[in-house]
């Protein structure tokens, strides 16, 4: 009968854990923007890749 008392008092250890996990990271901002990334794989990223090498190379010309 006592193991009932000690796996009570250690479920509500473990569930007053992860609700502070859970506070922590509304405190932290984890769950301010939630739409962004399930849409993130739709992205091209490799714009940004030739928009900054196309940069590089402009530079270089013109420190030429």
């Given amino acids: ?21 859970l506070f922590w990271a509304i405190r932290t901002g984890q769950f301010d923007d939630i739409h962004t990334p399930s849409i993130r794989m739709l992205f091209d990223d490799n714009a ?9 190379k402009i530079n270089k010309t013109l420190d030429q």
């Avoid at 940004?48 to 590089?56: A, F, L, R, Y």
């Fill in 1 to 21: 009968m006592q193991i009932i008392y000690v796996l009570i008092v250690l479920s509500l250890v473990v569930a007053a854990g992860f609700l502070a996990a």
């Fill in 48 to 56: 940004k890749k030739d928009n900054i090498s196309s940069e590089k």
